[in-house]
């Protein structure tokens, strides 16, 4: 019966698009690449062998500025060949490194699609991270949307040294999506609501208040249940699956990435709010242990506010700020002119690549996949 109620339950889940976008082929050297795409120096393409016994596809996005890696579970009804241009925008604009993979039975990765199987492709795509490119766990940012918070919370919840999570269009677990049910079944998958209370990092969650598809309800939840909360993101009038084209994304996002590589004291927030506005608290720091790369930027740890002591070099930075605050200092450096062209750069490319615009977890869904 159980087994039964799963594979019914994978069919609501997994929506893998019929054909895939792109092919693997060999290129110069025996390096691998990705037809139908752009392709580019700072870009790897890879097969990984999971402990399941599939392989899956994979991208390593380079950024020789970065110094954390984005370890990025992507949506319902994508492959990599229509997350490329998104995976390089925003390696470029966060200067982050960014590794994406299809999950079993998505794109040209082998197999069929199951909860376990998803599971088992994060922990294949973390390996690489570790062994190929010598990643640090605490230097690991998890990014999971819609489908994909699912592994990322699973992995999230077994590692506990990493430097942060992104929840993108986050669900409470599978069955929640179409019933509103008040507990959770045996026979569910993707139990977020239960695993979000293991996560020790800072988690950040983004979420459409229009969202048609994975009620906003979900995303509110789950940032409620956190451990360590970071501001949360709710787009006003966004839904499950054009958040990227909206000019608050991209900056919330910048923002969280530049708390999370300069402190371990992060600003957490005692209400909901959206991109700016309510004030900030500083979060007490939940782990045992310091994590040794942010160290480096937190010699004192009796301090309550690490900013205090580095004022005077947060001043030659920012020389013509007239009064400093947190929320200035995180958001980074940039002048407010560059930004904004830089955001609305990143809003054009959006608009122009192919993003995910399935009915994800909706039964009729499934016969729209083969036209997108």
Known sequence: ????????????????????????????????????IQ???????????????TEIVALYVKNPAAALTVLYSHGNAADLGQMYDLFCELSLHLRVNLLGYDYTGYGRSSGKPTEHNTYADIEAAYRCLVETYNVKEEDVILYGQSVGSGPTLDLASRLSRLRAVVLHSPILSGLRVMYPVKRTYWFDIYKNIDKIKLVRCPVLVIHGTADDVVDCSHGKQLWELCVEKY????????????????????????????????????????GSTTDHGDKHRVSTDCRDKPRPSMDRVDHSRTSTDRREKS?????????????????????????????????DRFGGMMRSAVLCNIDCFRPNGATGVGKS
Request: proline residues 6%; positive net charge; aromatic residues 6%.
């Open 311 to 343: 004022r005077s070099s947060v001043d030659r930075r920012e020389k013509s700020k007239k009064g400093v605050g947190a929320e200035n200092v995180m958001v980074g450096v940039d002048q407010p002119e560059k930004a904004r062209n830089s955001i």
């Open 1 to 36: 019966m159980g087994g039964v109620t799963s594979s019914m339950a994978a069919k609501f889940a997994f929506f893998p698009p019929t054909p895939p976008s792109y092919r693997v082929v060999e290129g110069g050297e025996s390096k691998l690449k990705m037809t139908d």
């Open 231 to 270: 501001e949360p993101l709710w787009v006003k009038g966004g839904n499950h699956c054009d958040l990227e084209l909206f000019p608050e994304y991209i900056r919330h996002l910048k923002k969280f990435i530049s708390a999370v590589e300069k402190s371990t004291r992060l600003k957490i927030i005692s």
């Open 39 to 53: 392709e580019r120096d700072n870009v790897d393409v890879l097969k990984l062998k999971t402990k399941r016994g």
